[in-house]
């Protein structure tokens, strides 16, 4: 094999040794369609991915492309680091984008609607509708939908009316003019329709169309179109100019649902004259429009998902393991003060760190907790009940709610104000900065002194996402990281200004020269006797800074292997990255650990955090990384991570034109492993059955 180019000698800027950061983003979603047709899972729970695939579109839509939309009408030119202008990035977006839908409207009306007819379910439409007892449907739209519709005139007296984002609206034209009718989402996207021995749902656009002449009575319907619109929702926060964040956030909100439209979906057939009209007085333009050959809104599969009962058609549910250290009867204080703890969620419990802040709200020697909240709980949060229950029993609680933890800014304003009112001080965030850290000290009166308690994790204190999302936890009570911590708290809250930390490192401070001081020293200690190796575990790989120094260390001879669920704007297989293999983990739970190890030559230091290498993340969030110092939780972790990197069933290998393969494709010679199957197993978590799907 040629040997690479000395690393002094190439120009690391060149657009060919980027991938866009957009169109990696839709190759990852298109990981997730594609994951729908693994027969790994059962049926409902293959669906499952075909609703995130149309849910992450969604987002996508209405924060990237937005995005990029608003700097075309600022005029940007600029190329990304990958030589695409904005505007050549969204219509590449565009184009894969279409590409993308037709295949998941493909798939569900070849593979999912045949399947699940073979369960006995069915989704009527159109001349199915005639199956089904017209008196029944009926009955369901008099009581359940007709009180909730509210039919909007097309005419001179009546201009188009405000029209919500992701609402499904149907045109209905009659002999003469026109008219709106938008169908509130509180109602079902499927409607249920059930019989004794079939489960039976309705399209609620099928219905409604179904009874029009109902809402119109003396009118003669012609037809109708069914149309949504996809909104901008990256609200724009101007901290500087603003008195009360919280009162700023709540206004921005409710610009949210009526900001510039960047998608206009509609069923196939709508008129064009109809829809030059909606362009004129909506202000979207040709090529923003999506028309699809089937069913709008499959994001909310979930209906269907939720409504049937049938166990057998989805995974097999399990009760987390907690730990044997944890398992005794000793206080979490006396096990932490033994040594340190690393969770692995969801096969480990989320229960010992909602455990961990109940014990210190309830012990008498606890005398402060400090906690981040980024996304928390919606309906009934035990951490936020943790916290109250603190302040009842007299400790000093310091909550830091991130109120811009975009589409939870409303649970996060609720919880702010809740925690207000028990007497919390509630702290909104930094000035330009997200708080994006995840960690919880409590401060602990031991004898004459204090000592210091931590939870440290790469997720958010979310019950329900806990089980969920793979996430890495750490519980410690290590003197020199939760001094770091108790320093961090007042950095977040006083803006101290420290730049430094004994042990963690912290964004936006000094987490990226802490990164790119540890490839640097994988470097400069390689050599063919004691080589050097990264495996980095991770969200996204963005950071063109970042991906340089890995070029770097693959020209030098550093093995360096990626697990990268989403996004991935490094390239792999060039003569700069002859080492690298960036593999990417679609399977039934959603990767979201975080691991960063640097091997020299036998000695690995470990680190997590909460942090992707992405500008955001290293620049204008504050982040920290914290080393795993205890060594059985350090190889627990490298554990972890090579077990991610060795699954071949799930895992996807991406290529040097920025295309990914499944790995079982690419070397089927390999056993089949599945990582997230591993985890459960270790944990005696797998169902006995073996013709149950797990």
């Given amino acids: 094999m040629e040997s690479p180019p000395a690393a002094d000698m190439v120009d690391l800027s060149r657009p060919e040794l980027f991938l866009n950061r957009e169109l990696s ?157 938008p169908i509130p989402q509180v109602l079902p996207r499927f409607v249920p329709i059930h019989s004794s021995h079939r489960y039976g749902f309705v399209p609620i656009e099928s219905l409604v169309g179904l ?76 090529e923003d429009v999506y028309e699809v050959d089937g069913l709008l809104g499959l994001e909310r599969l979930w209906d269907i998902i939720e409504e049937v009962d049938e166990p057998s058609l989805l995974d097999r549910p399990f009760i987390p393991y907690t730990p044997l250290l944890l398992q005794g009867t000793a206080s979490i204080f006396d096990t932490l003060g033994a040594g340190d703890v690393l969770l692995h969620h969801p096969y480990d419990s989320f229960a010992p760190v909602v455990e961990f802040v109940q014990a210190a709200a309830r012990d008498p020697n606890v005398l402060a907790i400090k906690q981040t909240l980024y996304r928390t709980t919606g309906e009934r949060s035990l951490i936020v009940q943790a916290l109250r229950e603190a302040v009842d029993r007299g400790k000093q609680v310091t ?60 997720g958010n204190y979310n019950e329900k996402t806990a089980q969920m999302y793979t996430d890495i936890g750490l519980l410690t009570s290590d003197p020199e990281i939760t001094r770091d911590l108790a320093e961090l708290f007042n950095y977040l809250t006083g803006n101290s200004g420290q730049k430094q930390w004994r042990r963690i490192a912290v964004a936006p401070e000094n987490l990226r020269e802490m990164f790119l001081e540890q490839i640097e020293a994988c470097i400069a200690a390689h050599t063919p006797e004691q080589p050097s190796r990264i495996l980095l575990v991770m969200n996204a790989m963005v950071d063109a800074e970042m991906i340089r120094a890995l070029y770097k260390a693959s020209m030098a001879g550093v093995i360096v292997d990626l697990v990268i669920r989403g996004i991935c704007c490094l390239v792999p297989g060039l003569p700069v990255s002859p080492t690298v293999r960036v593999h990417s983990l679609i399977g039934r739970f959603l990767e979201h650990s975080r691991l960063y190890i640097f091997w020299r030559g036998d000695e690995a230091f470990v680190w997590s955090g909460s942090a992707d290498w992405m500008p955001r993340n290293l620049d204008r969030r504050v982040e920290v990384a914290y080393p795993l110092r205890d060594p059985k939780v350090a190889e627990q972790a490298i554990q972890i991570a090579e077990t991610l990197l060795a699954d071949t069933r799930h895992a996807w290998v991406l290529q040097p034109d920025g295309t990914y393969k499944r790995r079982s494709e690419l070397e089927p010679q390999l056993p089949s492993f599945s990582a997230q199957r591993e985890f459960l197993r270790r944990r005696g978590l797998l169902p006995k059955s073996p013709s149950f799907h797990d």
Avoid: C
């Fill in 399 to 458: 909550v830091l709610i991130e109120l811009k933890a975009r589409f939870d800014e409303e649970t996060n304003i609720y919880w702010a104000r809740e925690l207000e009112k028990a007497g919390a001080n509630v702290v909104y965030g930094m000035l330009g900065l997200k708080i994006h850290t995840k960690g919880t000290l409590v401060v602990r009166r031991e004898g004459p002194a204090l000592r210091l308690y931590a939870h440290l994790s790469t």
């Fill in 211 to 286: 009874f029009l002449e109902d809402l119109f009575p003396g009118r003669r319907v012609k037809g109708s179109y069914l149309f949504r619109l996809t909104r901008d929702a990256d609200i724009e926060i101007s901290e500087a100019e603003a008195d009360d964040l919280l009162a700023l956030v709540e206004k921005s909100l409710r610009q949210r649902r009526l900001g510039d439209v960047v998608r206009f979906e509609t069923t196939t057939g709508m008129p064009a004259e109809n829809l030059r009209f909606l362009m004129d007085e909506l202000g979207f333009e040709a």
């Fill in 25 to 181: 983003w839709l190759e990852f979603n298109a990981r997730v369609l594609e994951e729908s047709l693994h027969e790994a899972h059962p049926l409902l729970s293959r669906m499952r991915f075909l609703s995130i695939f149309y849910s992450n579109l969604d987002e996508f839509f209405m924060i990237r492309v937005a995005g990029i939309k608003e700097q075309i009408r600022a005029g940007v030119r600029e190329r990304g680091p990958d030589g695409l202008t904005p505007r050549q990035t969204l219509q590449k977006i565009r184009e894969r984008a279409r590409q993308l839908v037709q295949r998941a409207q493909k798939i569900f009306s070849e593979h999912f609607l045949p399947a699940l007819e073979a369960e006995s379910i069915y989704i009527y439409q159109g001349r199915r509708l005639a199956r089904l007892p017209r008196d029944t449907l009926r009955k369901y739209f008099q009581d359940k939908v007709f009180p909730l519709l509210t039919p909007l005139a097309l005419d001179s007296a009546h201009p188009v009316p405000p029209l919500r984002g992701l609402e499904y609206i149907l045109w209905v034209v009659f002999r003469e003019g026109s008219a709106l009718v």
